[in-house]
């Protein structure tokens, strides 16, 4: 069965570490925050200016002076911190940030991504992601696994505008999790009750299936 | 107005000079920290021909939305234009020039022309439309674009708090991109809640020196919020 | 230590994994907010061929200047090394490099290297010895430089009040360069005044996200005045 | 009579505007803070991130955190702010200071200025005077006119290490004032009692003497 959004986001939690500062794009990444093992402390950067994100606010709490990058009402934890959006991609493009999760239209096996347009359909700006992808080590990235016409979105080469070359080395899908490397999409996790036979039929893009694809866990 | 006193007294006196196919550089990010007050001015006055440059360009009817009803925007470097109908139609029918510009690369794009740093390489955009036509450069195995500075005739921002030598505070994420906006207008004009005197502010606590700001104005703001996201208690 | 705690207990620990001729980034301006402590920690670990970015470096027997008596620094990136007999005469006899830089582009080197940006173009140092072998290039009419940015496999530093998780604010001109030293190091450590708990910054009041420091220690500070001026009642 | 360094520093007090923000280099500069007339506000940039420096302290008010880029300490005037050296530098790189007066071994009249070394003899480091004279557009140098052995300082081209290339404008000595266009120096203002052949004969640079040459007002 493909994952729900739900099941990406527990999946996604298991990407970060105690102490980790973690940067979660709109959509699926953003709802991982709910999945922080309680023995855990993850701090969360929004691009806007804000490090230390917390819950959203109760009706009474509302402040219109305090949003995430999703425009959306915010708190914050103890110990967080505001600062001006020259400081926030400063952290971002200096590598700062431990751990970055944001969607994606297509990604290749180059590592690219297209994220942010679809010409002549779609243009709202790339926003924060094309410095988000070139700036931190550590991405991963979640999408579906093919459309629902079944066009496969882990493609030998994007076809849409790239937000970022090279810079993706894991990806998350509702079918699986694979590492990118050496041109190669690298089959590490199948979602449970999904086959290898399935996730190598939806893969555009070179895919290497080592002999132990372990079911993911959730 | 004399010394250091950069308080204004009027809308109409805070955007003297501003005239048609000037540059404008403008704080805030979505509806969160605009210069409210300076926008409506700019519709008023119906100044044409305008260059913004901003984060985002206000959704329909609100924040910077309101000067394209009129098309007083020729053109606008933005990261972001969701949000806003208008925007978009104006954009596909070739009216509007849009120069899509990362936000992080349009953050220190506005802080390099308020710091006289012309130009700088970044790995943002790098291969894709955004690097395209722009100098590339190794650095320690590394590709990276050449990215230059922006600089405004004018800037328009908001802060929380300002003494009236223009010292400034801002409040939560409201700061964004209004400090580096107001470095980069050549007549930086600032809207804030509230006008403290000189001395109030501890020197240690301003988030910007007054030496940025030309013209300083206290107004009330609607504070719009984009998405009201609330949990129950 | 866990989760966000930076704390540590120990100038030991504070400075684990420094190594010979490993590149330090040091907060201070003169013998203001200099990392005592951590100097001090460096002469008694005996670390030597270290390459030290640093505005100055202290007097003779004080701040960076005591590293210099056993000769344990190999080069010296700074603006300005007057006030120090010992570092002239190593640099005359040629033990010592030294790598002049100018006190804005050493500034502006160290935030870029914080903040990814690889190198970035001043005018300042055009036309001179600084701008020997460095490329040139016009914009708007006038020549810069392209100056590439500095980073550390230590930076050290000094601020006045931070909590566990290492939000710092600094006191007064003892804030110089700290904050840019801190982000150009790949292992920051910070000595401060205070230490509070977690909650009790206001985190518009920060200067800097802790995000940035990977140890904080307490330690207690000398604070010698250079100049002692005073005028009288 | 040549001006005395109290009468260098009045001259220079004359280049204030009211609402200037001036940076005010080690020596006679800095002296000139206390020729501000009265009804003027003039504030001060200290490089080392202090805008709004005001007189030395009273010996109770001595504070080892709060010093000038002479390492001198200081207070703050009300108004005063404190900013990063990166701020500093964005504030005085970025041309936002309205005036900057420093001292210089030589001037020549290409605008180039030597101040911060003498090779061989003197190498203490630029500090921040590169940047100040590569980002202020109005720079007032002061300095002697000549060596004491009557060798001029005001040349043709600068035979020292220079500090900044065609940036500087005008200078004052202890025998005149001029400014520097189109690569000659042009005699504005003469010292009380100096005469214009004097001048003429310790500047080796290209010097215009127009007709009327004021004498200084003290």
Redesign the interface.
């Known amino acids: 069965m493909a994952l729900t959004r739900e099941q990406l986001a527990q999946r996604v939690a298991q990407e970060f570490h105690d102490g980790y500062y973690v940067n979660l794009g709109i959509g699926i990444p953003t709802l991982a925050a709910n999945y922080i093992p309680k023995d855990m402390q993850v701090m969360l950067q ?5 490090l230390g994100m917390g ?5 009474e709490e ?7 990058a ?5 708190t ?1 934890v103890p110990g967080a911190s ?5 400081e ?3 952290m ?2 200096g590598g700062h940030v431990d751990l970055t999760v944001l969607g994606a239209f297509e990604v290749d096996c180059q590592g ?1 991504i297209a994220s942010y ?1 679809i010409p002549g359909k779609l ?9 988000l992808v ?2 931190a080590d550590n991405i991963m990235v979640t999408m579906t696994h093919a459309s629902k016409s079944g066009a496969s979105k882990l493609l030998a080469e994007c076809t849409l ?6 810079c993706i080395k894991r990806v998350l899908t509702d079918l699986a999790l694979m590492d990118i490397a050496e041109g190669k999409f690298i089959l590490r996790e199948r979602a449970p009750g999904v086959s290898v036979e399935e996730i190598a039929k939806l893969t555009e893009g070179e895919l290497i299936i080592p002999e132990n694809v372990l079911e993911m866990t959730l | 107005m ?3 006193d950069k308080v204004v007294t009027s809308y109409t006196e805070a955007l003297e000079g501003l005239e048609d196919n000037m540059t404008i550089i403008a704080g805030g ?5 605009i210069p409210e007050n300076l926008i409506a001015e700019i519709k008023r006055r119906g100044t044409r021909g305008l260059t913004i440059a901003s ?1 985002n360009a206000g959704v329909d009817g609100k924040g910077l939305g309101i000067l394209l009803e009129d098309q007083q925007i020729k053109k606008m470097i ?6 806003n109908a208008l925007f ?1 139609a104006q ?2 029918s070739g009216e509007l020039e849009v120069e ?1 510009t ?7 794009k ?21 690097g395209e036509g722009k100098e590339v ?1 190794e ?2 195995g ?3 674009i050449l990215e ?1 500075s922006l600089v405004g005739d004018f800037s328009i921002a908001k802060a ?1 708090k300002a ?3 223009g ?1 400034l ?12 906006a107001i ?1 980069a207008g050549k007549i930086a004009v600032v809207e804030v809640e509230e006008i403290v005197e ?2 109030q502010l501890d ?5 910007l ?4 700001v030309n013209r300083l104005i206290q107004g009330t703001f609607e ?11």
Chains 1, 4 share one sequence.
């Not at chain 1, 505008?161 to 090279?166: A, S």
């Not at chain 2, 933005?78 to 949000?83: C, I, L, R, W």
């Not at chain 2, 022309?113 to 790995?123: L, R």
Request: charged share 20%; hydrophobic share 40%; with cysteine.
């Open positions: 929004s691009e806007n200016g804000l819950q959203f606010p109760l009706d509302v402040d219109a002076d305090l949003i995430n999703g425009k959306q009402t915010v914050m505001i600062f001006s959006s020259a926030s991609f400063a971002i493009r690219n347009m243009i709202k700006g790339m926003g924060g992601a094309m410095d070139a700036g505008p790239l937000t970022g070359k090279g | 004399a010394g250091f990010f979505g509806l969160c920290g984060n933005a990261s972001y234009v969701g949000e978009e954009m596909m899509l990362p936000q992080g690369t349009l953050a220190e506005m802080r390099a022309g308020g710091a006289g740093i012309p130009a700088f390489f970044t790995a943002t955009g790098y291969g894709t439309p955004v450069r650095f320690n590394r590709h990276y230059e929380w003494d009236r030598y010292n505070m801002f409040r939560k994420t409201a700061r964004n991109f209004n400090p580096m470095t000189v001395g020197p240690d606590e301003i988030h020196p007054g030496i940025y504070k719009t919020i984009e998405q009201r996201t609330v949990r129950s208690a």
